[in-house]
């Protein structure tokens, strides 16, 4: 079983750049699908991010394309979200999250293990 730590979240202005990280422990990132996903305040949680188990394949929600990075350092065993271009409707908690399959789903149910959660805002 894997455990994930969120950190790198805070407040920042729009079009303002922060990057978050996901730290493992318990067992390695590269064992894994990884993905960020975020909650804003009344909201639903939605899935953000992904990079593949073998990291040949990474996906985004369409609101955070092209803003948005996500990568792996496997010698680190962390995963990161850079994010670029930020938009107060950007701000949230973000996830961090785990899969064992070699592959990505958007539905956050589908996920196997969570962080606690990085708190994003991004003020207009």
């Known amino acids: 079983q894997v455990q994930l730590v969120e950190s790198g979240g805070g407040l920042v202005q729009a079009g303002g750049s922060l990057r978050l990280s996901c730290a493992a422990s318990?067992?390695?990132?590269?064992?894994?699908?990884m993905g960020w996903s975020r909650q804003a305040t009344g909201k639903e949680r939605e899935f953000v991010a992904a990079?593949?188990?073998?990291?040949?394949?990474?996906g985004y929600a369409d609101s955070v394309k092209g803003r948005f990075t996500i990568y792996r350092d496997n010698t680190k065993n962390t995963v990161y979200l850079q994010m670029n271009s930020l938009k107060p409707e950007d701000t949230a908690v973000y996830y961090c999250?785990?899969?064992?399959?070699?592959?990505?789903?958007?539905?956050?149910?589908?996920?196997?293990?969570w962080g606690q959660g990085t708190q994003v805002t991004v003020s207009s």
């Open positions: 999250a785990a899969r064992q399959r070699d592959s990505y789903v958007t539905p956050v149910s589908l996920w196997d293990y």
């Open positions: 318990g067992r390695t990132v590269s064992s894994y699908t």
């Open positions: 990079i593949t188990r073998s990291a040949a394949y990474t």
